[in-house]
Each structure stands twice: as structure tokens, then as C-alpha cells.
């Protein structure tokens, strides 16, 4: 088996968390169309990236959620999908792949929206991308079910996992004033969307099933029926009656049973008769 078949086999067999890594991964790949070589640096369009300028974002309401699939760098990509790969399986221990893939898309427009009202009230411009926002979700949302749950780390050993997400927090925390102020706000509205999700989950709420729904009724409209070479007719949808094995029904109508049968002999002969019937007129004769 080449590479090629071993990642087709991971990508069919791994899950929707493996799904999720290789479409990162493949958007990353995309991106380097709009790589500028001269600068070093990547230019997204603004029909990829989210921007926080209502003249883009209103007129591509996709933007929401494509910029949760692209990053600005390799470093970018690997540190969001080891994380995304540790935080996933996680959650997964817990939670259904509808829940999870619901909460990816769910958090990643939800922070979008926060991100693009706070530069707005704030009188900035800029664009983001990236899935830190979504994979904080992940991982907010499982620490949320499950704080005191044993994580093994290299060579710090057992951990909680509530330790390990307020590292992160606070380090996002720490640099919300030092640059890229507008991911950090994404990240911290996605740790409040897992928070969010997983409290709602607890009192009945699943928020995962308007994603579920809408998946499966694009899904449904794309797929071609099964067709078949015969061609339904005519439906007949009244009670099959059961093929009676003898006419007699009790015994008050005895008579009436009696002369059914004599007319039956006198049509067709005696060796028609069932073996019930000529029981029946074997007993009457007596």
C-alpha cells in the first residue's frame, strides 16, 4: 500500500476528527495559491478570510465559517492541529461525531460574529483566519463535562485537564494587548461557546442537531434516488384476506354448508372436494 492509499484508509476510517485535521490540512495546501512570495507572507481573500469591514462580511456570509479551514503559516497549521488531534479525542471519549462536527461549525460562526461586532464597536478593520476559536470550543467543552479528568503529558506526566485549558486561557489572556488582538477575541468567544454548548447539553439542549439537519437535508437533495426497471402500477393497500382452507364456518349454518357442497359436486364431481369437506359431509350424513 502506497501513501496515497494509507492517508485514503486514515481519511475513511479515522473518523470525523481525522476528517476535520484533513481538511485543515487541505485548505492549507489551497492557500498557497494566494501565497505572496515576494512578501512572505499569505493574502487571503476577502472571500476566504473573515473581515471585520460590514461592506465584506454582510455580502459573504460564507466567510463565517470558511476561515475556520484556512491559516496564515505552517506553524499556524501545526500548533491548531496537534491541539485540534489532543482536544478531539477528548471530547470524542464523551461525545457523539454529530456533537462534535456540530460544535466545530457552530463555535467557529459564533466567534466570527464576536470577532466582527468587537472591531466593529471598536472602529477596526482587519481579517482573521485560522481554527483556534473552534478547537478552543472543543476543548473548553470537554473540560466543562469532565475538569478533573487524568491527561498524561510528556514528560510532565498526569495533569487535569482544567489545568492544562487555563494555561491556555491565560496565555490568551496575557497577549489579548500584544498583537493579533482580534484572534485572541475569537478564542476566548469560542472557549465561552463550548462552555455554552455543554451546559445546554446537560439540560436536554443539543445544539449539534440544527447542524445534523441541515447536513443531511443538502445531502438528501444531492442524492439521486435508486431507480428501478419495473414501474409501480397500481398499490393495493386493503387487508390481504386469507385463502380459506374450508368454507365451513360453524355449525348453525350446517344446511347451507351442506347444499354448497352438493353444488359444488354437482359442477365439478366429488373429487374436488377438500378433505375437510369431505369429512364434513361424511359427519352431516350420519
Not at 443531511?216 to 386493503?238: E, G, I
Request: net charge positive; proline share 3%; glycine share 6%.
Amino acid at each position: 500500500m502506497n501513501i496515497l492509499d494509507d492517508l485514503k484508509l486514515q481519511y475513511k476510517l479515522g473518523g470525523i476528527a481525522m476528517r476535520v485535521i484533513y481538511w485543515n490540512i487541505a485548505c492549507f495546501l489551497i492557500s498557497f495559491v494566494f501565497y505572496e512570495f515576494a512578501i512572505g507572507q499569505f493574502i487571503f481573500p476577502n472571500w476566504l478570510a473573515l473581515s471585520s469591514d460590514p461592506e465584506v462580511f454582510l455580502f459573504k456570509p460564507w466567510t463565517f465559517l470558511t476561515y475556520a479551514f484556512f491559516h496564515d503559516g505552517f506553524l499556524h497549521l501545526l500548533f491548531n492541529m496537534l491541539v485540534l488531534n489532543f482536544a478531539s479525542s477528548l471530547f470524542l471519549t464523551f461525545f457523539t461525531q454529530k456533537q462534535y462536527l456540530g460544535l466545530y461549525i457552530l463555535s467557529a460562526i459564533f466567534s466570527g460574529v464576536v470577532f466582527v461586532l468587537s472591531y466593529y464597536f471598536l472602529n477596526y478593520t482587519a481579517s482573521i483566519v485560522g481554527a483556534s476559536a473552534a478547537i478552543m470550543a472543543i476543548l473548553v467543552a470537554t473540560t466543562t463535562y469532565q475538569p478533573l479528568m487524568n491527561v498524561r503529558l510528556l514528560l510532565v506526566g498526569n495533569v487535569k485537564l482544567w489545568h492544562i485549558t487555563a494555561v491556555i486561557l491565560l496565555l490568551d489572556l496575557m497577549q489579548f494587548r500584544l498583537g493579533n488582538m482580534g484572534g485572541h477575541i475569537s478564542h476566548l468567544a469560542g472557549a465561552v461557546f463550548g462552555f455554552i454548548f455543554i451546559k445546554l447539553l446537560q439540560n436536554g439542549t443539543d445544539l449539534s442537531i440544527a447542524v445534523s439537519r441541515t447536513i443531511d437535508f443538502f445531502a438528501n437533495l444531492f442524492r439521486k434516488s435508486p431507480t428501478t426497471p419495473f414501474k409501480t402500477v397500481h398499490k393495493n393497500y386493503k387487508k390481504p384476506t386469507e385463502k380459506p382452507t374450508s368454507r365451513i364456518v360453524t355449525k348453525d349454518k350446517t344446511q347451507q354448508q351442506i347444499d354448497e357442497i352438493l353444488d359444488k359436486i354437482s359442477q365439478s364431481g366429488y373429487d374436488c372436494l377438500t378433505k375437510e369437506e369431505k369429512e364434513f359431509l361424511f359427519k352431516a350424513g350420519k
